[in-house]
């Protein structure tokens, strides 16, 4: 082989795998960006910084979006050993049950809002306050799916003052589990929620951060 | 070729063809016997005929499982053009979302139990009673999801009075789509739910039939 065919071919081998990288890195992005872009296209700002995203989040549902939201959670908690999934009823549950099919099928709990006659008494139960809906509810995981040895990632749709997000980890920690992290896929920046919980030292995700809503224009965290 | 092994030929081919289909008998009789078997396992009777199955159904889920229950569905209700699927909020919905990825991926709404400030007031409303949390709830689904041309599938973990099932079916019939039919994971045979539903003319199809518990024995209907 002459030295102007070795060139070539390392040329053509570059740019093969400059291309590679680019594609790698695009994918990687692009996953945030179909849900940036979904929120832009769908969704909705209401009055007192109320975003609805009803048309695919929390009632009506996407599950190829849940399936893009759920790969990206695995890509960035891989290697954490992650092996059961929290979340809260009810719109978490939709993401996480598709999230987990990503983590190896792995056991999902949703945590339950008011005691029910189904549930019996082994309950590890915390407070946690809605303002959207402006009470206070008994938020209730069972003893028998939670404790030592698991290593829960916690996965929610929405984090704005991080009430909810707060019960779950309080959950985690009475039951004695490894909390590997949080997994968000909206999160409202300018309420405190995010800066609390990353405060405390947890990995938290968000895989939208939404920093200002002002006249109905959503304005994204890079 | 000699007629010994032209014999010997369609012997062999005949035997191939029969196991074929013991093989497809037997996987779609499997899909609930998997659940049955799951329903023996892991299920507990609790007094006044309750039936706890929150190890893999309703509090903590197995995706694995879902997605069997999610298969079998699609082979029930194939060919019926099913272009959305209901439930109602929270044990349906993670069913509903993995059964959808068998479904082409169709939008799943789940029906909300509360009034919510983040609905608007453009909504299908219904009542339903639950015997298990002794309470009646406003439940509703908005206008904008729901619609004439829909050909909507309804997905519920349980059927034992059909209050919720019943329900939901109203909010169908108001929005003026289609009914396609309802998949029910577990039916309690021995309530009223599932006559009731079958004597409307609706296609009612439950994976688990239990037909009595008495002294903490399931019994499934063959």
Same mark, same amino acid.
């Given at each position: 082989?002459?030295?102007?065919?070795?060139?070539?071919?390392?040329?053509? &081998? +570059?740019?093969?795998?400059?291309?590679?990288?680019? #594609?790698?890195? #695009?994918?990687?992005?692009?996953?945030?960006?179909?849900?940036?872009?979904? =929120?832009?296209?769908?969704?909705?700002?209401?009055?007192?910084?109320? @975003?609805?995203? !009803?048309?695919?989040?929390?009632?009506?549902?996407?599950?190829? @979006? #849940?399936? !893009?939201? %759920?790969?990206?959670?695995?890509?960035?908690?891989?290697?954490?050993?992650?092996?059961? =999934?929290?979340?809260?009823?009810? +719109?978490?549950?939709?993401?996480?049950?598709?999230?987990?099919?990503?983590?190896?099928?792995?056991?999902? =709990?949703?945590?339950?809002?008011? @005691?029910?006659?189904?549930?019996?008494?082994?309950?590890?139960?915390?407070?946690?306050?809605? &303002?959207?809906?402006?009470?206070?509810?008994?938020?209730?995981?069972?003893?028998?799916?939670? %404790?030592?040895?698991?290593?829960?990632?916690?996965?929610?749709?929405? @984090?704005?003052?991080?009430?909810?997000?707060?019960?779950?980890?309080?959950?985690?920690?009475? +039951?004695?589990?490894?909390?590997?992290?949080?997994?968000?896929?909206?999160?409202?920046?300018?309420?405190?929620? %995010?800066?609390?919980?990353?405060?405390?030292?947890?990995?938290?995700?968000?895989?939208?951060? =939404?920093?200002?809503?002002?006249?109905?224009?959503?304005?994204?965290?890079?």
């Amino acid at each position: 082989m002459n030295i102007e065919k070795k060139r070539y071919i390392i040329f053509l &081998y +570059s740019l093969f795998l400059m291309n590679f990288v680019i #594609f790698v890195i #695009f994918t990687g992005e692009n996953e945030m960006e179909i849900l940036k872009q979904r =929120i832009l296209k769908d969704g909705v700002v209401k009055e007192g910084n109320v @975003l609805k995203v !009803d048309k695919f989040l929390n009632h009506q549902m996407d599950v190829k @979006l #849940f399936n !893009d939201i %759920g790969e990206e959670f695995a890509r960035r908690f891989a290697g954490l050993g992650v092996n059961k =999934i929290l979340t809260i009823e009810a +719109s978490g549950i939709g993401i996480a049950c598709i999230a987990a099919q990503h983590f190896n099928n792995c056991p999902i =709990i949703f945590a339950k809002k008011t @005691l029910s006659q189904n549930l019996d008494g082994q309950m590890y139960i915390t407070q946690v306050k809605s &303002y959207t809906k402006g009470v206070t509810y008994d938020v209730m995981v069972s003893k028998k799916y939670l %404790g030592k040895g698991d290593k829960v990632l916690i996965i929610d749709d929405f @984090l704005a003052n991080g009430c909810a997000l707060m019960g779950l980890i309080h959950i985690v920690e009475q +039951s004695g589990a490894d909390l590997v992290g949080a997994g968000i896929v909206i999160e409202k920046g300018f309420q405190v929620g %995010g800066q609390t919980i990353r405060d405390m030292g947890i990995k938290l995700e968000s895989l939208a951060i =939404i920093d200002s809503m002002d006249d109905g224009k959503i304005v994204f965290r890079d």
